[in-house]
């Protein structure tokens, strides 16, 4: 089998792939007018076409150490492989959250959150994907992902998620 | 608003003037020197208000226990309980037996009485220097809505307040805030309206949307908030009578927060972030014509205008961290002023122009402090693991701010400008972000 024969069966168990994607179209809850919730169906994380293959294989959040911006080595990895699946999966928008610890003043902290969703942002567009796909939004530390007092959660709550919806 | 008219209350009391001033002829007269700190609180009696109808009876305990709790909340004064009391109180116009309250070692009294017909309320009263005898100031007499009690009250506090300090009250005034709910990783976030002193509670959102940081207008009657309505943080100006609401200075693409009132209630300062870099706008609510007033890569947030309403005090990590500035708001340069160790941010203004409040981080630990406006004489009032967000008492003298301890839900606590009298806020769940009215009309 050439090389070429080979790619373009990878390219159809693709297209197969995600033609068996259970998710079924566009299945976009309306919970009410300014709700600011919408629903996207996961899909099955077998399928490497699916949101929940990209938030539990892939992997959709990096951390930060405090007040900073930088992206570690591993979370460079992860954005990386993030930017190969989303050029991969043009039909997703994606929205990339900012979040801070709770160790720093509400107003602070919501414009730290939208730093770090803006240094994701970039990121991401270096690695090729359309900015016409990208939103930031900051949620400061209003959501955080554990709450406890301790650095165990601070570090875990100081962090981007890339949210990837129909 | 409820309306609450007042006026001197005349025909004063023939045998005051008998009443035995030879003896203290030496005293000075009662007054409360706040300047000074004031270390022993001035003990004083608020007997129950005289009834002068059935109706009013219902009112009579009540309103002396407003006026008792307000004046000992200041931290200045401490109500001597009705249960040590010697003397009664049954007419307000009788003159009054100093004796029996010099006995229970009073310095201030206060008398009342209150009538109430229909829907309509009476409340009259008197503050009397014990010890020389004298009456401090004329009497005074509320009416109004009877739904309206508690104003009642606060605005007798507010005026007992000013007779023995010479500087205006706080205590008819409301506090907007955060009222919160449900599990920290998923908190329910409503803005509400309380009293000062925490009765009174109102939701003005329904909670579906997370929101935080309402502002107060300059005269109490709209608010400024933040709110994820449409996913994103935007804010939103509400009538608090109406309840109705809108976006302003909202643009697709960016996040806005952190608003706040010009004094002329006419403009708002906020935070804008787009692409990742978050600097400051004003508004104006008339025109809708908005401009950028800084231009940095930094964070340049929580901006609070100075009482003349030309100058901006705002925090910037421009330097590498968070630091207070202060700019004109015709445009120009920003000038430092915090230079002590530790990270600044929510510089509030005081009302009198003269201080400014903040939150700081040092080694681990929240403070909120003062300093003046020139960065100078910085004073940390309080210490915890998260206290932050201080708002000023209409009158400048007691700062409102959120306090967390490790682990534990956040609350609403008040101190003192010279640092003392730390007090909890009742509230009736966890709350934060705590924005305080001026004194109503």
């Known amino acids: 089998m050439s090389f070429l024969n080979k790619a373009t069966l990878l390219a159809v168990a693709i297209v197969l792939a995600a033609c ?95 730093r770090r969703a803006a240094r994701v942002e970039q990121f991401l567009i270096g690695q090729g994907v359309a900015a016409s796909r990208l939103r930031t939004v900051s949620y400061g530390k209003e959501r955080p992902v554990e709450a406890c007092a301790q650095q165990r959660c601070w570090d875990l709550n100081r962090r981007a998620v890339v949210v990837v919806s129909n | 608003m409820t309306q609450i008219s007042r006026r001197p209350v005349l025909g004063l009391l023939a045998g005051f003037a008998l009443a035995p001033k030879l003896a203290f002829a030496q005293q000075t007269p009662l007054r409360i020197e706040i300047n000074e700190g004031v270390i022993e609180p001035v003990p004083f009696a608020v007997p129950a208000f005289v009834a002068e109808n059935g109706a009013g009876s219902e009112y009579a305990t009540s309103l002396a226990q407003v006026i008792a709790d307000n004046l000992t909340g200041t931290g200045l004064l401490r109500e001597i309980p009705q249960s040590s009391h010697i003397g009664r109180i049954t007419s307000f116009d009788s003159p009054v037996q100093f004796s029996d309250w010099r006995t229970i070692n009073a310095r201030a009294l206060v008398t009342g009485a209150v009538r109430v017909n229909a829907q309509q309320i009476t409340v009259k009263f008197r503050l009397f220097d014990v010890v020389t005898g004298q009456q401090l100031g004329d009497g005074l007499q509320l009416d109004g809505r009877t739904d309206a009690w508690r104003r009642m009250a606060h605005r007798v506090s507010d005026q007992v307040y000013q007779r023995l300090t010479g500087e205006s009250g706080y205590f008819d005034s409301r506090v907007v805030f955060i009222a919160e709910s449900g599990p920290r990783t998923n908190r329910r976030k409503q803005v509400a309206i309380m009293d000062q002193d925490g009765a009174n509670t109102q939701y003005l959102t329904d909670g579906t949307s997370l929101a935080f940081a309402p502002r107060f207008s300059p005269t109490g009657d709209r608010i400024l908030f933040t709110s994820y309505e449409t996913g994103f943080p935007r804010i939103y100006l509400m009538d608090v009578a109406s309840r109705r609401r809108q976006v302003i200075g909202d643009q697709p693409g960016e996040m806005t927060f952190a608003p706040r009132f010009a004094p002329d209630g006419q403009s708002v300062v906020y935070s804008l972030s787009v692409g990742g870099s978050t600097d400051l706008y004003m508004l104006n609510l008339t025109s809708g014509q908005r401009w950028q ?33 202060i700019m004109p708001v015709a445009g120009g340069a920003a000038e430092r002023v915090s230079q002590g160790q530790g990270r600044y941010s929510t510089p509030v203004w005081s009302p009198r122009g003269d201080l400014v409040a903040f939150t700081k981080q040092l080694n681990g630990r929240f403070h909120i402090g003062v300093m003046r406006t020139d960065g100078s004489n910085e004073r940390l009032l309080t210490a915890s693991f998260l206290d932050e967000g201080p708002t000023w008492s209409p009158n400048g003298r007691v700062i409102m701010f959120t306090r967390e301890e490790a682990g534990g839900d956040p609350v609403l606590m008040t101190v003192d400008i010279t640092g003392r009298n730390l007090r909890r806020v009742p509230t009736p769940g966890p709350a934060s972000d705590p924005s305080w009215s001026p004194l109503l009309p």
Not at chain 1, 61 to 86: C, K, M, P, Y
Request: charged residues 20%; hydrophobic residues 30%.
């Open chain 1, 20 to 114: 068996s994607n259970p998710r079924g179209g566009a299945d976009d809850y309306d919970y009410g007018q300014g709700s600011g919730i919408n629903s996207t169906a996961l899909g099955d994380p077998s399928d490497p076409a699916s949101i929940a293959y990209f938030n539990q294989t892939i992997g959709d959040t990096v951390h930060f150490t405090l007040n900073s911006t930088d992206l570690s080595e591993q979370g460079q990895v992860i954005l990386r492989t993030q930017a190969v699946w989303l050029n991969r999966n043009p039909q997703y928008s994606i929205l990339i959250e900012g979040h801070a610890d709770e160790r720093g003043t509400r107003e602070y902290n919501v414009a730290l959150g939208a």
């Open chain 2, 293 to 325: 007033l800084t231009q940095t890569q930094a964070i340049d947030t929580a901006p609070s205008f100075a009482p003349d309403g030309q100058r901006v005090i705002f925090e910037s990590d421009r330097s590498g961290n968070s630091q207070l500035y």
